[in-house]
């Protein structure tokens, strides 16, 4: 079936979703957009034509409408320049070769400032009409304002049509030309894309640095170029027996058109951004997942890096992993990914990632970002714990099963097997254990924010990082200590089943983490995303008491938590003790079937201690811990366990 066939059946079945579930109250906008755009390769000066199909599904009235315009960051006293330059001056510390670190981030430092007028980059609007009318419009450096003649009435829809000119930029952040690898385009962010408008309005988020938001749609994309570009990108490449470059299947003749120039047309369905990136020199990899969308994974590397074999390894892992990420997180629906080299670390878009090198863990962690922000469509901007904390739990999850599951293929020998397993083989799976490290460390610095901080809003650069990451990771993997990991992993597949295609918000994961689990958790979201308040138990004393054992805990920090403790008996037999929260009116169920588990009345989140006689006596007992899962994220686990002197 033709994709663009195939995607008009899907959106009469969306249509009709949003009909039937029309009492829901939820709304989002769509846009459709047509691009042509053609690029010298000489100048590096793009230039393009924008038609746009806005559909308001919102109740509100629209007297304007804002564009992003990402690439007029890259200019000498930009906000972004501006910005960088300023975390630069906060000093994080010294290394042991006695360098500096600085706040800023290493690819960005204070390069803007000094780029050449040939170096820097823009994005610029020539004209736009609203149905035909010109529209008057105002340039706030990454945002472009337009004044409507006429306002978008709700459930109005209008076209819009632009022209605008662009120079790519030498590679500073995410998008450029002539990257580290030698990559001369990573196209990213690189065409004038309107703001996205929902339940609170218009976001006009400047480009400071941060991540992204955007309407939900569909991309028609004609990019034309110097024919011995090759060309990666979002969507499906409509014109491939013009084309080739390992786009035909087998035996498929290639009849390309005649010049100088080859024009690539792409169609990307049901998404909110569209990259592409172009190289004289890549070399195209291209292999079928067995899924149910049979999904082409495709990898683009530089013809002469000397790691070709790595790159290879990639596609393989690649399509050994796909089966548990969908088991875990949901089918993925498109017909295609493509890791491409590019760009200057790995940065995740709609079907394809800008990866600079074939790490493995970087391309389990873009790759899931298809789940959190490409189909969970969370705004970055905001929530980007959301995303990114998320996909860091995720990315560690699925580097476990690799490993584990295909080590005798992956390692060359058993004494590398044997370490890498060791590794793994933790109370907690390999990257939570190092999220936990980071939050910890979040922590210690006393540079800590709420997670609520707008992500271009944060003190330093180091707090950001560590919340969106590090303690986002620590969100799920603690979510799975409160209700039980089957109920998490279970509340991650409801989510993707109820919110995939929308933009979920952190009530509305929440929403369904308690429709899952039976427990209320917003006590959770309020004080792990709202606050920096900590987690910090104790067991306070352990005393003989008559045949029994009076044991009485202590809340040291300013965050409650429901209690697992482990009683081990000097026979070696043991007990776990639940002691549930107050706040979450209900109980998690039995994590280990061997283990017998007494549950016990419910602690009041404003008392300091708890307290409660075991009937074991005190010489029987081995040892007493805190969470010996280690997934509660207390600060001082030093106190968290006793082992009995007697």
């Known amino acids: ?169 030498i590679q500073i952040r995410r998008s450029g030309r002539d990257n580290a690898e030698g990559v001369r385009y990573s196209m990213s962010q690189w065409y004038p894309k309107i703001c996205e408008y929902d339940q609170q309005g218009w976001h006009p988020t400047p480009y400071v640095g941060r991540e992204f938001y955007g309407v939900w749609g569909d991309y028609d994309v004609w990019l034309t170029l110097d024919k011995h570009y090759m060309v990666a990108a979002t969507g499906y490449l409509q014109n491939a027996n013009e084309i080739g470059y390992g786009y035909t299947a087998p035996g498929v003749p290639v009849k390309p058109p005649k010049g100088t120039e080859l024009t690539w047309h792409f169609y990307a369905p049901n998404v909110h951004d569209f990259v592409w990136a172009a190289d004289p020199d890549y070399v195209h990899l291209v292999d079928t997942a067995h899924n149910a969308a049979h999904t082409a994974i495709h990898v683009f590397y530089k013809n002469n890096s000397s ?3 790595a790159w290879h390894t990639l596609l393989k892992a690649a399509l050994r992993v796909l089966p548990y990420m969908e088991q875990h997180f949901g089918p993925y629906p498109y017909h295609q990914y493509s890791f491409i080299q590019g760009g200057d670390g790995g940065m995740e878009y ?15 962690h873009e790759w899931m970002h ?99 990451y590090s303690k986002g990771a620590v969100f799920l993997e603690q979510l799975g200590y409160i209700i039980g990991d089957s109920l998490r992993d279970k509340t991650l597949l409801n989510y993707y089943w109820k919110w995939r295609f929308k933009h979920p918000t952190p009530v ?29 138990y104790a067991i306070d004393t352990v005393q003989p008491t008559g045949t029994g054992t009076r044991i009485t805990l202590r809340k040291i920090g300013q965050m409650p938590m429901p209690i697992d403790l482990l009683i081990t008996l000097k026979n ?20 280990d079937p061997t283990i017998p588990r007494t549950v016990l009345q419910a602690w009041r989140w404003t008392d300091p201690t708890y307290s409660f006689t075991l009937p074991i006596p005190y010489q029987q007992i081995h040892s007493i811990i805190i969470d010996p899962s280690k997934r509660m994220a207390d600060i001082h686990p030093d106190d968290n366990e006793v082992e009995m002197k007697n």
């Open 1 to 169: 079936m033709h994709y663009k066939i195939a995607y008009l059946i899907g959106i009469c079945s969306l249509c009709y979703y949003f009909s039937a579930h029309a009492q829901d109250a939820y709304w989002q906008q769509r846009v459709h957009y047509t691009i042509r755009a053609h690029l010298d390769v000489h100048t590096n000066r793009l230039t393009g034509h924008e038609h746009i199909i806005y559909e308001n599904h919102s109740p509100d009235t629209l007297h304007q409408v804002f564009f992003h315009l990402y690439w007029n960051a890259f200019q000498p006293g930009s906000m972004m320049d501006v910005h960088s330059r300023q975390a630069g001056k906060m000093m994080l510390g010294i290394t042991a070769d006695g360098d500096t670190i600085r706040d800023w981030d290493s690819r960005v430092r204070d390069r803007i400032a000094h780029l050449s007028p040939d170096e820097m980059g823009y994005d610029s609007v020539i004209r736009i009409s609203m149905n035909g009318i010109p529209q008057r419009f105002e340039t706030h450096e990454t945002i472009l304002q337009v004044s409507l003649t006429q306002p978008i009435l709700p459930h109005q829809q209008v076209s819009f049509d632009l022209d605008f000119k662009t120079q790519v930029n």
């Open 307 to 309: 790691q070709a074999e």
């Open 350 to 364: 709609p079907m394809a990632t800008l990866i600079k090198g074939p790490s493995l863990g970087t391309a389990f």
């Open 370 to 468: 298809s789940w959190y922000q490409m189909m969970l469509g969370t705004n970055e901007s905001l929530y980007p714990w959301m995303d990114e904390g998320f996909t860091t739990w995720a990315e560690g999850k699925i580097s476990d099963d690799y490993y584990h599951r295909f080590a005798d293929s992956i390692f060359k020998n058993t004494s590398e097997k044997i370490a890498i397993l060791r590794r793994l083989d933790t109370s907690l799976p390999h990257g939570e254990a190092s999220a936990y490290r980071g939050y910890f460390m979040l922590v210690r610095s006393g540079l800590a924010e709420p997670m609520t901080t707008h992500a271009d809003h944060y003190e330093t650069n180091f707090a950001y990082s560590q919340n969106a």
């Open 508 to 536: 509305d994961f929440i929403h369904v983490a308690e429709q899952t689990s039976g427990v209320k958790l917003d006590w959770y979201l309020e004080y792990w995303i709202y606050t920096t308040k900590t987690i910090d």
């Open 572 to 591: 070696g037999q043991q007990q776990f003790i639940y002691i549930p929260l107050d706040l979450m009116f209900g109980e998690k169920p039995a994590e």
